[in-house]
Structures are given as structure tokens and as C-alpha cells.
């Protein structure tokens, strides 16, 4: 831990009102600054380790709301999550850790059979059979958690469909690399396979190469550095075999990862040169407006925007997606407040810290209805799992979607079903 | 603490709002201050009037000191409890009462936000002005407690010149109520100017009731270069002098124009000794005729450069040096002292070259900015909180810089409140008479000294 980082942190207070656990419990405890000023003092010896300490760092959801707001250029929720790791270490990652994030994540063909038997659970009907007769009360509250979150699954994951090399249609601009997000091709791959079909649309030739493993996130949240640099340099090192002009992401948690492969992995050449190439979805369409505009059909509909953390307050990325889905002719776009605040997914945040995910989830619902939208667009698979349980659970009228799936819509003209 | 006195504590606010553990403890031992810190010995959040009250009840008979805190924005040291006892956080106070339309008020409880109230109020098209730098998480009470400017208050005033009620309890547990709707009130002594302003030794807010104007029609940014420090100064008072109160009237020097342009490449170029930053607002007609007429003030002191934002995001664009000059200072070194030493405006000039000057003799980088129009100057030291000799040269520079300020009719504080960070300077702008009353106000108001002791005086 850089004590330099530490002490950048001047206490103004300017990150507070957009820490989504202060706005909850107005304790500096949980807010940015207190986090920091807890690890500090750790540094100091002032205060020890306690589980008490850890307790209070683990109520950070990692949104790095904070690291956007901070006049100084601390990042709060960067510092915890190093601190995190750092602690981890020294103790190794237990056993249900060693099988999830050893054995599976880096594996999809594992990790693609293992969803097999809830895909067999939610066609034959023993889902419904399940939720009704409220079986899962039997079992520990994280389990039931986790069954909730899951919707409809397709009917196979978009790595296996997919072919390794779309061509691009007309004349050829260029190829790009297609990082496919693991949660996008197991369970949004409607989305992943609009964004393949835009970038083709544009001129582009996409490949995916099939290999490519997940891209450490899980391994980052778990604080396990061994799993994220593995999978570091074995995507670095696959990509480096294409030519590329950029490498293209839909899943604004993979986006925020694939960026920092050349900071995880110590400023390794190739790993820079891997991550100065890859950009969210939205930054590319972004750049063809010009181009993607007269290919559009008008909607007569009303639309708001989630903004992820991982995109706007890790990547920075706000505007893009904003101006897309405002190329759409007669799309009604409405702001909500707040929009670039947590949803309260974080990863695996939703299922551990239950009681103040929903309270963050709470909030940010009550902003999305308040804008009246019938479809509500954002870009990260974490955010659209929990947004779609979290609205059809408060039977709201609103469809979410990720954003390339709106502009498929528009390209394709084919009205939404309602 | 003592065990008993504790649970009396938790069995007021709750025991999940009475906080005791090591860690938040250690948390809660500073606020926005640089160098100071010091442990409560608990720290509560009540969420009603009436919690407030028993607690100062209880605190009163134990005879345990109580420190007021809101967000733990402040830059004066004035919500650090020093002496191990309670401090008491008002944010679960957050509700907005009423705006009431037809006499142009709102009444919030203290721990609301500043800019949650401007954003209710400005939805119904009226407009509460005090905007201090920390409006985003600054809360009501503090703002009444510090007697909060911002960059409006050249033409709009401070935050006394809204308070027009407040319900305070007393550090005997006691509910003062001062003020109300009525405009003229002249029954007793004002007590809600005496209030304003009194960093939290006289009393606990938990309601304000602020007066509320008309939300400004029209509003016309301008950004201004100079090459000479004397012109840009000059031009502050011409503008004034020529009958214009611009809204915003906001001023860079050097340093801070150099640092700004390092973080945030906004163009400006480095060879000029001072940017301003005005707006004016008010009918649209009129907005038009002083923007001209401050062209052509602008013109006649040899501004290099003059440009005028045509919609609102250039008017954003125009704003974002002086809208980044803290970060951009702050990102510099670790430690940033941002102090407020503030002048009658036609003083501008030689205090900044004063400033200047002095931080040259001791080896100190300082960026000075802030709002030229009401001569508040934001002297910003940038230094390492480590190096105990430049932190001493630091000390001595301010030392200097509020006596000057001091000698050319200022004062050594517009804005951020004496607080313990400025205590000892107090005596050499009020004098013995000055201590001796406020002394006495003191003793009115809390006898057994249990309320923010060792603050101000």
C-alpha cells in the first residue's frame, strides 16, 4: 500500500454526498473518507485489524463513486479493494474460492456446463415449481438470493454460437477484437450479439477469438492477485496474436478489468499495449456517429440511462452512451437523478451485503420511476441483472436493455414488444 | 466514558446511533482541517428535536462536553471534540418542513443538505443564494453555525442575510425558538444574528427558516484575461464603481493559473498574471447592458483576452478553471492549507502581492483565488504535512498574511470561522472589549461551558 496515495486524501468531505452507503447511514464510517482514514491509521498503527475494521471496509460497495468526485485524485474505492488484497495474501483463498475461482472462472467450458443444470431447471419447469412452493426458504438466504437474480437463460451461450470471425458488411474499415464477457455470453447473449452485428453493420470485421477466458474481475473482487494476473497475461497474450485496431467490450465490468491489465501485471509492454486498445462498446459507436446515424430508424419511445460504475466512474465513460441513444430520431430521452449512482449489484456485493444492496437498489428504482421511461438502457451485465429482477419484483412497466440491444432495435426497425 | 452514561445515551438515539467502537471514534476525530485531530469519546446521531434535547439534558447533568458536527466540512477545527466528549452529528435531521410560496420561505431541519435545498427551491423557481464551495455535503446547520458565503455573495449576501428563524436547544436541553415569517421583527434582542455565526458554543440548530428571492431570469458568464496583476484588480473596483453587482466576480492568480492549466488543459495561456471570472444575472435586458459595459471596462485595463459564453455549457466551459482551481492546487502536493483572509475589495492588489511577496521570503508555493468582488481571498498553501520545516514557514507566512489583512481593514477570517485553528488571532482584531463581551454571551447562553468548549474565544 502506497502511504503517498493515503495522505493525497486532504478530508473535504467532496466525495461523501456521492458515496451511495454514507448517503444511507451518514457514518464516516462508511463513507470515502473514513475508509481511507481507516487504512491510514492502520499504516500509522493507530488501529489494528480487527473484524470490527474489516466490517467497516467490506460496506464499500467498490462503485468508485468517490474516485470521480475527489478534487485530490483519490480513488477510496481502489485503496480499500488494494487493501483488501493485500490482507488475502497473506491467508490464501478458502475452499469454496479455490473451486470457483481456480477451477471454473478460467475455464468456460466448465464454467458454461455448470450452468447447464439451471438452464435444465428453468425449462422443465421445476423453477416455477420452486419459487411457488418457496423451497428455497429452506436453504441459507444468499442461495435464494442468487436463484432470484437469475432470468430466463438463452438457449446457448453466445461463445458457443458465435463464429470466431464475423465479416463485416460492405466495404471493410478495419478488424477488431471482440473481448466477450462470460455473464454476457451465458445470460445476455441477445446483447452481446447486437453489439457484434452493429460493429459489423459498420464496416467492421470482428473476431472473437474462442479461447479468451474471463477477465479476472471475480478474481480482483475475491482479492485473489495470483488468479487476476494469470488471467492478465493469458488474454494478453492470445489478443496479441490478431491484428487488431482496438478490442471491443459490452460488459462495462470486463472494460474497467481489460484497461488495468497493464497496471495489474506491473507495466508489462504487451499488456499496456493490450489495454491502450480496448474500449467500451460505446466509445467505438461513439466515434462512427457519423456513420451509425443514417442507418437508424426512428422509436417513439421513452428512454433512460443507467450509468454503471464500471463505465462512468472507472472508465470515464459518460457521454458516449448518452449521445447514441440520442442519434435515435424521435427517441425521448429522459435524464434521472443520480443516474451515474451504484444499483447496488457490485459483483457479488448484492448477495453478501443483502440488507444494504436493496437499500442502494431502493433508491436507485424510485429515480428510474420518477422519470416516467418505459425502458431503462445501461451496459454492464451486473447492473441489468439486478435492475431486471429488481423492477419486474416492483412490477414497474420498464424494460431493461443494454444499449446495443436499443440500437439493433432502431437499425433493425423493429418495434419493441411493449 | 462512563458505562452508565453511555447507555443513558444509546437509549435516547438508539444503540445503532451511538457510536463507541475504536474505529469510529478514530474516524470521527477530524474534520476538514488540516493538522488537527483529536478522539471523541462517543459520538451520536440523533434524528429529532426532541432527541437533541434530552441528550443536551443529559450531557448538561453529567457535565460532559458536546461538539455540534454536521458533514465534518469545516476548516477551522470547529467540529472536533477536544476535550473526549460527545459529538453530536445532525445529518439524520434531514428533513426539508415547508417552502412556503406565498412569503417566500423555507424551513428545514439543520442536517439538510445546501444543495439539496437549492435544487427543491429552484424546481419552483425561486432561489436561496449562499453557495459555499462545499454546498454538495455542507449542511444548513453548519452554514448557519460558520455564517456561510460562497461565490454569490457579492451581490446576494451570506448566510445571515437569509436566517429568518431557527430553533435552537440550549446546552441545557432547553428549545430556544428566534424569528419567524414576519419580515420586520423587532421584539428584543436579535437573536438569530446573534446565532448566526456562533460555531456551535451557544446552541444546537435543528430548524432554520430562510428567506427565499425570485429566481434570476436571465444570467451572461464572462472570462477574462489580464497581464498585469494592478489591472485586474483595478477592474474589480471600476466595475463596481461603475454601478454593476455581478453575481460572480472571481479571480486566479499565477500560481493557481499555472496548476490549472497543468491538470486540466482548459487554454489559458501562462504568461498572464490574473484570469476573472464574472457573471451577472437578473433581467435579461439588463444582463445585456452590463455584460457590454464590463467589456468595456474589461478593455479599457488591458485585458488580453475577453470572452463572453453564448448557452449554458459554454457558460460551464468558461467556469471550469476557477471551478477546478482547488483540485487542480490540491493535486499538486499532499497538503493543501486553504485559508481565507479576506479584504475590503478596493485592497485586492496589494493583498495579493502581499501574499505573494511573503510566500517568496519564507520559500512557500502559494496559489491565491477567490471572490475578488467581496475582497474573500483563498491564499491556498501547497505542501507536505512531513516536512515539519516548511509546515513551520507556513504557519509563520499566515501569520504575517492575517496581520496585513488585519492592517488594511479586513479580517482574518470571511468565511471558514475561528473555530481553534484561528483562536489566537481573534484577540488582535476584536480586542479585549470585543473578547470581554463575547465572553459574556457565552456565559448567557451556557454557563457550565459544556457546548464546543475551546472554540472562538
Redesign the interface.
Known sequence: MDY?KL??C?????C??HCPTYRET????ASP??RV??VR?FQEG??SV?D??LE?LSLCLDCQACASAC???VNAGELVAEFRCEKKDGEGLSFMEDLVLRRLVPHPDRLESSMVPMRLYQRSGLQRVVRKLGILKMFPAPLERMEGLLPQLPGKPLRRTLQEVTPAKGEERGTVGFFLGCVMSLIFSEASFATVQLLSALGYRVVTPKEQKCCGAPNMLAADRQGLEAAARFNTELFAGYELASIVTDCGGCGAELKKYGHHLHGDPAALEFSGKVRDISQLLDANAERLAPLLKPMDIAVTYHDPCHIAHCQGIRQEPRRLMQLIPGLDYREMNEADACCGSAGTYNIERPEMSDKVLGRKVANIRKTGARYLVTGNPGCLLQLKKALAEGNEPVRVIHLTELLLWSMNGTAPAP | MDQSFLKELAAIAGAEHTLTDRESLAVYGYDSTPELESRPGAVVLPATTGEVARIMALCHGAGVAVTPRGSGTNLSGGSISFSGGVVLQTSRLNRILEIDEENLTATVETGVITSTLHKEVEARGLFYPPDPGSMNISTMGGNVAENSGGLRGLKYGVTSDYVMGLSTVLPDGDLLKSGGKAVKNVAGYNLNDLLVSSEGTLGIFTEVMVRLIPKPVAKKTMLVHFPELEQAALTVSRIIAARIIPATLEFLDRVTIRCVEDYARVGLPLDVEAVLLIEVDGHPAVVEEDAAAIRAICEKHRCSFFQTAGSNDEALKLATARRVALSALARFKPTTILEDATVPRSCIAPMVKFIQETAKKYGLLIGTFGHAGDGNLHPTCLTDERNRDEIARAHAAFEEIFDAAIAMGGTITGEHGVGVAKKKYLPKLVGESGLKVMRGIKSAFDPKGILNPGKVI
Open positions: 503517498e495522505i493525497n486532504m478530508r473535504c468531505g467532496m461523501l454526498p451518514f457514518l464516516e464510517t473518507r473514513g482514514a481507516l491509521k493507530e488501529l480487527s470490527r475494521f467497516y478534487p485530490c485524485g
